[in-house]
């Protein structure tokens, strides 16, 4: 995986930094740091006329830091450090559309880039999108859940989707059952969620999955989204995840692929 990460020295950016090398850590792949300094934000600037090269000064400070982190935590993953100068949005869909990065990692800040970025954005801290449905999961599948959250510093939004496109009329009792069980089992995840220190909300829609989903994470600002991988158990939320990663051009949010789910 190559990641490009938006660098301003803020606790966000280091913390999307150190989260982006440990993806490249466990995918393998490449990382960008990028950093741009604005220098239009300094005319007319009323605090002095050093207040511009003071900020230059802590730009290449944090850059310092940057590399400082990598140096502790990236042994022998490839790190290339790219200072620039100009519009933000601008620069970083520049060397986006050169790099051709599979993520770029910014903090919270730069959300409008999701407008523009040909690629997936994860901002940190965001929001991370659990589908469910009413097939069960794994225990592994809450830790990786934890693990994305609290390394970004991300919330939850558990979304339950009814598959009522299934049920006739007459099939109403199996609808209201299948509803409880997804019910249920979204608030036996938000409880160990929760227990972990993860900020968690919930949702229910009815729906065809991959529709529900994907309009669930626009209205929502999703940053990421964990996907069932193909299960031993199947359910139309694994459906929806082969729709959703067939269709790319729907796709303008990062997927994770949570682990397998048991059969029972």
Not at 201 to 210: A, W
Not at 226 to 240: F, I, Y
């Given at each position: 995986m190559n990641i490009l990460v938006v660098y301003d020295g803020t606790v966000h950016a280091k913390k999307a930094l150190l989260y982006g090398l440990k993806k490249v850590q466990e995918a393998g792949g490449e990382m960008t740091v990028l950093q741009i300094f604005d220098p239009r934000l300094f005319i007319d600037y009323d605090a002095g006329p050093r207040a511009e090269e003071l900020a230059r000064m802590e730009a290449s400070q944090s850059l310092a830091e940057a590399r400082q982190i990598v140096s502790e935590h990236a042994a022998g993953i490839a790190v290339r450090f790219i200072s620039d100068e100009g519009d933000v949005d601008q620069k970083v869909l520049e060397y986006a559309e050169a790099e051709r990065p599979g993520l770029v990692l910014a903090s919270s800040r730069y959300r409008n880039l999701a407008k523009t970025?040909?690629?997936?954005?994860?901002?940190?801290?965001?929001?991370?999108?659990?589908?469910?449905?009413?097939?069960?999961?794994?225990?592994?599948?809450?830790?990786?859940?934890?693990?994305?959250?609290?390394?970004?510093?991300?919330?939850?939004?558990?979304?339950?989707v009814v598959p009522v496109h299934l049920y006739s009329k007459e099939e109403k009792k199996d609808l209201n059952r299948v509803k409880k069980e997804i019910t249920a089992a979204m608030k036996k995840l938000k409880k160990t969620l929760m227990e972990k220190g993860i900020t968690v909300?919930?949702?229910?829609?009815?729906?065809?999955?991959?529709e529900e989903i994907l309009k669930t994470a626009g209205e929502h600002a999703v940053s990421l989204i964990?996907?069932?991988?193909?299960?031993?158990?199947?359910?139309?939320?694994?459906?929806?995840?082969?729709?959703?990663l067939e269709e790319p051009e729907r796709l303008k949010w990062p997927v994770f692929l949570l682990p397998l789910a048991e059969a029972v």
């Open positions: 970025l040909n690629c997936p954005l994860t901002l940190v801290p965001g929001t991370i999108l659990v589908p469910m449905d009413n097939a069960g999961g794994s225990a592994a599948s809450a830790d990786r859940i934890v693990d994305e959250a609290t390394s970004t510093g991300c919330k939850v939004l558990l979304l339950g909300s919930e949702i229910v829609r009815s729906g065809y999955p991959d964990l996907l069932p991988s193909d299960s031993l158990v199947p359910s139309e939320l694994t459906k929806a995840t082969a729709i959703i």
